[in-house]
Nanobody
Framework: QVQLVESGGGLVQAGGSLRLSCAAS????????MEWYRQAPGKQREVVAT???????NYTDSVKGRFAISRDNAKKTLYLQMNNLKPEDTARFYC???????????????WGQGTQVTVSS
């Protein structure tokens, strides 16, 4: 089975920085797109950033210029560098990965358990 484990969350003051990591493990042939989502209390889960296997990225407007998504394909690890954090960034952050388990063209999306980010004003 595939597991995704996030780390790097915590409590930080407004204007501070955090770097989230998401490590994938298990029987994996290839990881395609990877994403970071977040869910604040009482709100729907929203996509924060997306990265393709070849490194193309996309961000939601509220984090453009502050967050940077990256990945290390050899380490099967996804990152999110978050700078100039704001109180409204407070949420639980989740990663997901579109994974091919074998050479066959079948793939599934797997999710991590999330890591909490809290930004104080």
């Amino acid at each position: 089975q595939v597991q995704l484990v996030e780390s790097g969350g915590g409590l930080v003051q407004a204007g501070g920085s955090l770097r989230l990591s998401c490590a994938a493990s298990g029987i994996i042939f290839r990881i395609n797109n990877m994403e970071w989502y977040r869910q604040a209390p009482g709100k729907q889960r929203e996509v924060v950033a997306t990265i393709t296997r070849d490194g193309s990225t996309n961000y939601t407007d509220s984090v453009k210029g502050r967050f940077a998504i990256s990945r290390d394909n050899a380490k099967k690890t996804l990152y999110l560098q978050m700078n100039n954090l704001k109180p409204e960034d407070t949420a639980r952050f989740y990663c997901n990965a579109d994974v091919q388990l074998t050479q066959l063209p079948y793939h599934n999306v797997y999710w991590g358990q999330g890591t909490q980010v809290t930004v104080s004003s």
